[in-house]
């Protein structure tokens, strides 16, 4: 499980997380949600510890980030960070020369889900394409926990939905996901807990299961409950 218990974080004077507290459990989606600007990258940042934090703790599997943490979870930033140059395929060699947790197997079959060409070069690549790969970086990795920046952004809509089947593959396994996103319609019925965050602080948390079935409500009637009143 990853805590995120009272995280602080200042830019400057400028507070952007007020004690932020949430929990992503492994087998789950779970969805960081607000506005623009609220700080959902600068929580990934923090749990990767790309950025320090000003108070609070963030635990994965009970311990305190350390070397060995990193081992166990991957970032997969809005932006592939592979040389334009490379072809799909050096890119791969890259990172299986770099992690020792590269599943090539998995590798391989991210390739054919997502119908990419490995002889192509980064890029050439379409915008969603270039998401895929991404995502294949990624994936491949034999990780607990996958942090998603904003997967599906500026991407059309039949590249979206073809990375929203990736989450309901095996590729994905019973791994922890933390994804943050803008479109909510193309993962809602795969997410399983909603992380609202608004103001520097969460405002709600909710199972989204639980919110269809006990209350009728999709993930963005809640929004517009708590957003619009
Ligand atoms: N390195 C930095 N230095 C100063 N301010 C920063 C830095 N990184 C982010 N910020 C500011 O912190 C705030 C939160 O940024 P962040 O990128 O975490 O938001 P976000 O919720 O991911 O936004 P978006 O939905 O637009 O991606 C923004 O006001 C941003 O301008």
């Given at each position: 499980?990853?805590?995120?218990?009272?995280?602080?974080?200042?830019?400057g004077r400028?507070?952007?997380?007020?004690g932020?507290?949430?929990?992503?459990?492994?087998?789950?989606?779970t969805?960081?949600?607000?506005?623009?600007?609220?700080?959902?990258?600068?929580?990934?940042?923090?749990?990767?510890?790309?950025?320090?934090?000003?108070?609070?703790?963030?635990?994965?599997?009970?311990?305190?980030?350390k070397?060995?943490?990193?081992?166990?979870?991957?970032?997969?930033?809005?932006?592939?960070?592979?040389?334009?140059?490379?072809?799909?395929?050096?890119?791969?060699?890259?990172?299986k020369?770099?992690?020792?947790?590269?599943?090539?197997?998995?590798?391989?079959?991210?390739?054919?889900?997502?119908?990419?060409?490995?002889?192509?070069?980064?890029?050439?690549?379409?915008k969603?394409?270039?998401?895929?790969?991404?995502?294949?970086?990624?994936?491949?990795?034999d990780?607990?926990?996958?942090?998603?920046?904003?997967?599906?952004?500026?991407?059309?809509?039949?590249?979206?939905?073809?990375?929203?089947?990736?989450?309901?593959?095996h590729?994905?396994e019973?791994?922890?996901?933390?994804?943050?996103?803008?479109?909510?319609?193309?993962i809602?019925?795969?997410?399983?807990?909603?992380?609202?965050?608004?103001n520097?602080?969460?405002?709600?948390?909710?199972?989204a299961?639980e919110?269809?079935?006990?209350?009728?409500k999709?993930?963005?009637?809640?929004?517009?409950?708590?957003y619009?009143?």
């Open positions: 499980m990853i805590e995120v218990k009272e995280i602080e974080k200042k830019y400028k507070k952007i997380l007020k932020v507290s949430f929990t992503a459990n492994k087998g789950e989606i969805c960081l949600i607000g506005l623009n600007g609220v700080g959902k990258t600068t929580i990934l940042n923090a749990i990767m510890a790309l950025t320090p934090i000003n108070k609070g703790q963030i635990l994965i599997d009970g311990e305190p980030l070397e060995k943490t990193f081992e166990k979870i991957t970032f997969i930033p809005d932006a592939i960070t592979m040389l334009p140059q490379m072809k799909i395929a050096e890119a791969m060699e890259f990172m020369d770099f992690y020792t947790c590269w599943n090539q197997d998995r590798a391989t079959e991210l390739l054919g889900f997502f119908r990419l060409n490995k002889d192509d070069r980064i890029s050439s690549l379409s969603g394409n270039t998401a895929k790969v991404n995502l294949l970086l990624g994936l491949a990795l990780v607990d926990y996958v942090l998603m920046d904003e997967p599906f952004s500026g991407i059309d809509m039949f590249s979206r939905e073809e990375i929203a089947n990736v989450f309901t593959s590729l994905i019973n791994r922890g996901v933390i994804i943050t996103t803008h479109e909510i319609g193309d809602e019925h795969l997410i399983d807990k909603v992380v609202l965050i608004d520097g602080l969460v405002t709600k948390e909710f199972n299961e919110a269809r079935e006990n209350e009728g999709s993930v963005i009637d809640v929004m517009r409950e708590v619009i009143g």
